[in-house]
């Protein structure tokens, strides 16, 4: 089950629909953690107002402590998780590379690097097999120096 920082990333990253997030509610009540407002979304239907949904999933973060991050910042959790992912090898490259958009604020030198590298899943269809391999080589090694640095955010 997912922290609370890490759901409020995921949800400002567009990982997580609006309706999942009472059921979340719930895992995170089972998990331990607890406030009205969590208590209060966790009983929420999926066909709520998204409206309700948005304002009692922001007081739940407040209440539990968490700042949602600006979209920028959820993005670049996104990069990270990525690269976590193959680096443990989660994930193949072609489905980092669904997920990786080439507008992307990266702002340090390995997300950039990551964002240039998976960026050329454009051009698979073009590819050769071995040029197909090393452009997995070269996502898989960036994906590890991009996961080998600090979260853009608190987990």
């Known amino acids: 089950m997912d922290q609370p920082a890490t759901i ?6 567009n990982l997580i629909c609006q309706e999942d997030l009472p059921m979340l509610a719930a895992h995170l009540l ?3 953690h607890d406030s009205p407002s969590l208590r209060d ?8 107002h998204p409206a309700e949904i948005r304002r ?4 739940t973060m407040e209440e539990l402590g968490i700042r949602i991050p600006d979209y920028e910042t959820a993005e670049r959790c996104l990069l990270h998780h990525m690269a976590t992912q193959l680096s443990a090898s989660a994930i193949s490259p072609k489905e980092a590379a669904t997920r990786v958009w080439q ?3 990266a702002l340090t030198d390995p997300e950039r690097e990551f964002v240039a590298v998976v960026g050329l899943e454009y051009h698979l269809d073009f590819m050769s ?3 197909v391999r090393a452009w997995e080589i070269a996502v898989r090694l960036s994906a590890k120096a991009l ?9």
């Open 30 to 32: 089972a998990a331990g």
């Open 8 to 13: 409020a990333w995921k949800y400002e990253a």
């Open 103 to 105: 507008g992307i604020d």
């Open 56 to 59: 009692l999933f922001g007081h």
């Open 147 to 155: 996961a080998g640095t600090a979260f853009p955010y608190p987990q």
């Open 129 to 131: 097999p071995e040029e």
């Open 41 to 48: 979304l966790a009983g929420r239907s999926r066909r709520e």
